[in-house]
């Protein structure tokens, strides 16, 4: 190849590079990013944009404190199979309990699941129709409680709708025959903007029940809760599991409490959508006689750009 | 023919017949009627309920030429609902195939394999779907139709007959309920005024549960039916003051609480077409509340019972949608709906309740000064739309729909003549300008309603069995055997 020649192709290539470069964006657009900040079991409200420090792969992104979206989009995704049979009860408590405490002038939905996804009802703002819809549901068909097809497909469902999207899960967290693997369910938490509560079910009859399990039945039940968890940690929500019935009704009140205590930072990211989890971190403190107190912020761990 | 042709013909219809879930529904014989008895009585069977009644008596169709179509409509329906079953279960077997298919290789596919697979599976659940309702309900439904006016073709005209002659002899004025003249001043059932409690008791109860919907906000709308059904109310037997509320919901139907709380749906309004059809169900729910109705219901309900047919109800709201929830309330707390869904018969007490109910209102309509023809025909235009929409049906409640609209049509013809009975008129042409809007703006609200079922992105539209309410049945299941559904 001749020297021209060559020095043509490099600047061509040159060329495309910088064109490449040129329509690259700097930011991928607004990103909205829902969060609660806290002290010990207290909720704080009231903070300012000075009161935070965002950071996205380490380095410190600018942003704003904006008003929380309105009305939120809260789904709850229900195990509902014969397997669960034994804390069907917890699951009904768990239900009925939210429900109680969610407010009025928001979207709900009901999806439930065992072996498949089935949506019993679509957003509605008479959340009535939750409970309505719960009672006449019947015997469950199945045995399988596919929770990982369950919450991939819900967040799949809720990834294509704007505004601020609640999934509040409630289950054992226990997976039996499910097509998605929990890798599958990471990667989607981990890209979908929803935050994810979960009100776990069957610890009361772990607790009663733990002595007589084998270590088998143990680790999945230990898998099973560190899934819930997992989703709540990544996503910015909180799991609880309940030891006792009367807890349900402490744990749904906590969840409405801590959406109405959320805050929403807007911020343009400027990560490449390269499928690669970005990891985010975000400050929360209060400068006081020249002494800076910190609190804890609950917020999703990042985001993989898709 | 020559071999070449005849084998054309041989395989042509081995094709057809190998065809999977197919809707060929098998070529019905003429019912065994010969063309000009077979034609003119099916054409009979397409027209409205309230034109058949004036059209019966001059039919002349033999008993045997009459249970021959019986026969013939009852075959055809077996045949149809099959097909469509059977095209169900196809597209289930597919849609679990697909499934299957799906986790088998789920961890080898690719984005774009995965979506295409993803896209199949959406298209076949809406097939699938589609065609357990038409098999489940719509067909069935249209047939009952048919049936029904079958039955008024050959039993219309001697009833009539027997009508004519109980007014010829002032029978008809024995009647339960026949002093209309003394409407407002007779008694039908004492203490009204002792239901108010638990109407109140009902509306507190639907509210703390999130179940109200919300109210139709137009001063125009709600001030036209609050004073239509205060009109009706004061020519009615009531005795209690008359809350109305009008829900903005799509809904076809209006209902009563005890105690005189009457709630009328936006897609009442919608679906009437004049200020008679209004009337007439406005005055069928004001009569639920002067024959006390719902206090008997409670008397003679189980709690138990509620409590099942709240759950029977439940999951039909599930399954069928924007079902009703006057229905379901109505089970809770022992009001009504148009009756048009409501299944109070596994309690055995909807049938004399609706057929009193549908006499008083026919009476009140009649008295405030409307035709009470319009009751009958918004009954008809419903007959086949809402049994359809709602999947259920009026023929699988009781009273049977023939008898409901037979003694309508005999209270009528029962009432004292009156000149000058209003139809429609300037306020509810208003009334309609003033409601389009409120539809227009719930439908705006209704596009912005976010979905969980929205279609899959990038797939193409799930296929659809073209088949709307009240078209014909043949539309699905014609008669040459031949669908005009695109959704195969």
């Known amino acids: ?306 | 023919m020559n071999r070449n042709q005849i084998l054309a013909v041989l395989l042509s219809e081995l094709l057809a017949f190998s065809v999977p879930g197919p809707v060929r529904a098998q070529k019905p014989a003429a019912a065994g009627l010969p063309p000009e008895v077979y034609e003119p009585l099916q054409q009979s069977l397409q027209k409205p309920y309230w034109e058949l009644f004036e059209l019966a008596p001059g039919l002349e169709f033999s008993h045997s030429q009459i249970e021959a179509m019986r026969k013939h409509l009852e075959k055809s329906k077996e045949t149809c609902v099959r097909s469509y079953k059977k095209r169900a279960e196809d597209h289930g077997k597919e849609l679990r195939r697909v499934q299957d298919s799906l986790k088998a290789k789920t961890g080898r596919l690719n984005d774009d394999e995965r979506k295409q697979m993803h896209c199949q599976i959406q298209n076949l659940r809406a097939l699938e779907s589609q065609s357990r309702v038409l098999a489940e309900h719509a067909i069935p439904v249209a047939y009952e139709n048919r049936k029904a006016k079958l039955e008024l073709i050959e039993k219309w005209p001697e009833d009539l007959k027997r009508i004519k002659a109980e007014i010829a002899s002032g029978a008809s004025n024995q009647r339960r309920w026949g002093d209309v003249k003394d409407i407002g001043f007779r008694e039908l059932v004492p203490g009204q005024e002792k239901d108010i409690k638990d109407g109140q008791e009902a509306v507190r109860q639907m509210k703390m549960a999130g179940l109200m919907p919300p109210e139709v906000e137009n001063p125009a709308v709600r001030k036209y039916v609050t004073s239509l059904a205060q009109r009706i109310g004061k020519h009615s037997d009531l005795r209690v003051p008359l809350q109305v509320t009008v829900l903005n919901t799509k809904e076809i139907n209006a209902f009563a609480l005890p105690g005189g709380f009457l709630f009328v749906q936006r897609g009442l309004l919608e679906a009437v077409d004049n200020e008679s059809q209004l009337a007439g169900v406005l005055a069928h729910e004001i009569a639920h509340v002067t024959g006390r109705h719902g206090n008997k219901l409670m008397k003679r309900a189980t709690v138990a019972s509620i409590i099942y047919q709240a759950a029977q109800i439940a999951a039909v709201i599930l399954t069928g949608g924007a079902a009703t929830l006057g229905t379901y309330y109505a089970l809770q707390y022992g009001f009504y709906g148009l009756g048009l869904v409501l299944s109070l018969d596994m309690l055995g007490v909807s049938r004399e309740f609706e057929l009193e109910a549908d006499q008083l209102g026919v009476q009140y309509a009649w008295n405030t000064g409307f035709d009470p023809n319009g009751f009958l025909k918004f009954f008809d235009k419903m007959a086949t739309r809402e049994g359809y929409v709602n999947g259920l049906s009026w023929f699988r409640t009781h009273p049977p729909f023939y008898e409901r609209m037979v003694q309508s049509k005999r209270e009528i013809l029962f009432l004292p003549h009156k000149d000058g009975l209003i139809e429609n008129s300037p306020e509810f042409d208003q009334m309609k300008a003033e409601l389009k809007k409120v539809t227009a703006q719930a439908e705006e609200e209704e596009k912005e309603r976010p979905s969980l079922l929205a279609p899959v992105q990038g797939c193409p539209a799930p296929q659809k069995i073209e088949y709307k309410p009240g078209d014909p049945i043949e539309v699905l299941c014609p008669e040459s055997g031949e669908s005009k559904s695109t959704g195969r």
Request: with cysteine; hydrophobic share 40%.
């Open chain 1, 1 to 306: 190849m001749s020297r021209i020649r060559r020095i043509k192709i490099h600047r061509a290539l040159t060329a495309l590079l910088l064109c490449s470069l040129a329509a690259w964006p700097q930011t991928l657009g607004q990103r909205s990013l829902y969060f609660t900040v806290e002290q010990g079991d207290k909720l704080i409200g009231g903070l300012t944009e000075k009161n935070f420090r965002l950071y996205e792969d380490g380095q410190p992104v600018p942003f704003k404190l904006a008003e929380p979206e309105s009305p939120l989009l809260i789904t709850l995704l229900v195990e509902y199979s014969q397997a669960s049979g034994l804390y069907l009860n917890d699951i009904e408590t768990a239900v009925r309990e939210f429900m109680d405490a969610a407010p009025e002038g928001n979207w709900y939905s009901l999806a439930t699941f065992s072996q498949e996804l089935q949506i019993d009802v679509d957003f509605t703002k008479q959340k009535g129709e939750i409970l309505a819809s719960y009672g006449g549901l019947g015997q469950p068909f199945w045995g399988e409680v596919n929770t990982y097809d369950a919450v991939f497909d819900t967040l799949e469902k809720l990834e294509l709708l704007p505004g601020r999207k609640v999934l509040i899960v409630i289950g054992s967290g226990l997976n039996t025959l499910s097509s998605h693997t929990l890798s599958d369910v990471q990667k989607k938490i981990e890209a979908v903007g929803a935050t994810v509560f979960v009100l776990g079910a069957g610890s009361l009859l772990r607790g009663q029940y733990d002595p007589y399990l084998g270590a088998g039945a143990r680790m999945e039940l230990t898998q099973a809760e560190a899934f819930l968890n997992m989703l709540a940690k990544k996503s910015g929500g909180q799991a609880f599991f309940p030891r006792f019935e009367t807890a349900y009704r402490d744990a749904a009140r906590a969840v409405v409490a801590m959406l109405q205590h959320q805050y929403r930072i807007l911020y343009e990211s400027r990560v490449r959508p390269d499928n690669k989890f970005h990891r985010l971190k975000l400050e929360a403190f209060e400068i006081s006689d020249d002494k800076r107190r910190d609190f804890s912020v609950r917020v999703r761990e990042g985001w993989r750009w898709q």
